[in-house]
């Protein structure tokens, strides 16, 4: 047993786990506020994978497996032995559906959990799926937002949100799922589900609702057409996937997002400020997405 008396880590662990240090499949011998309880695993070696069928649940299983993580698929339709067997023994249940599937999925799954097993997610939202899990489940829960799609493009960071589902207990589930993200080959970082969904208002949310509410403000007439610009024609090719293929997906995550709404009505007083002709204002606030990246780059 552990000397529980001693520090639970030294200040370089939460860089290992949250960072580049180990290598796949290397173990996380230490935690930085104690350790798992006993019976709990030491690495995620297993995990049942709801949703495995999906985009980001192929993506998921397929960097599991090429890490040495056993793989228990479950999809569609949710039978009780199909769950029974995908859950018995598993440190892991990985939840990949829509977000607004997660509480009857969680419901679904609860009679076959028990502690110490790990129930985590991967929504796009987090307020409301870790509030549902938390709800469904006694036992440790994990929320995570990988930062790309199911097809990531070969240099893309493959950044991973991860946070407490019960924010300052069972870290030491957050911390076995965030060494597993960095065992697959993903980079995670530490978040909450509040300012998670707070930049996922602005990230998601409101670059789909401003992108469809400034294309809906003129038709594709032919008088708008004929002075259509390349930067213009740019920016129609990559809103055409975002409107015409994931419109519903992102409608979705607009509506789950509790900060949606405070993100549009502070967008609005933004276009209140051009519509007072006070354009230098908002381009200087602009330029601070470049200015400040410039800045840190040159003083590290």
């Known amino acids: 047993m552990p000397d529980t008396n001693k520090p639970a880590t030294s200040p370089s662990t939460q860089e290992k786990v949250f960072g580049e240090g180990g290598g796949p499949g290397e173990e996380t011998p230490f935690f930085k506020k104690g350790f798992p309880p006993p019976g709990a695993p030491r690495a995620i070696s297993t995990i049942a994978l709801v949703g495995a069928r999906g985009g980001m649940g192929q993506l998921i299983a397929a960097k599991c497996r090429a890490a040495g993580v056993a793989v228990r698929e479950l999809d569609r339709p949710l039978t009780d032995d199909g769950i029974a067997a995908a859950l018995a023994g598993a440190d892991m249940v990985l939840v990949s559906v829509p977000v607004y599937a997660t509480a009857e999925v969680t419901a679904r799954l609860a009679p076959y959990l028990a502690a110490p097993q790990i129930l985590a997610d991967v929504g796009s939202v987090k307020t409301l799926p870790i509030a549902a899990m938390v709800e469904g489940y006694a036992g440790p829960v994990v929320g995570t937002h990988p930062l790309f799609g199911p097809a990531p493009a070969q240099d893309d960071g493959l950044r991973v949100a991860v946070m407490d589902g019960r924010p300052g207990q069972d870290v030491w589930a957050t911390e076995l799922v965030a060494d597993w993200c960095r065992r697959i080959g993903f980079a995670p970082f530490p978040s909450t589900a509040e300012e998670h969904d707070k930049a996922a208002a602005y990230v998601q949310g409101l670059n789909f609702v401003t992108t469809v509410a400034y294309l809906a403000s003129q038709t594709a007439g032919g008088e708008v057409r004929k002075y259509l610009t390349p930067s213009f ?31 549009v009505r502070n967008y609005r ?15 200087r606030r602009a330029e601070a997405w470049w200015t400040e990246k410039t800045e840190k780059k040159d003083n590290p």
Do not use: Q, W, Y
């Open 233 to 263: 024609e740019r920016r129609l090719v990559s809103a055409e996937k975002l409107i015409t293929k994931d419109a519903a997906l992102f409608t979705a995550l607009f509506e789950a997002n509790p900060h949606s709404h405070e993100a």
């Open 269 to 283: 007083n933004f276009l209140n400020i051009a519509a007072g002709g006070d354009i230098d204002l908002l381009v």
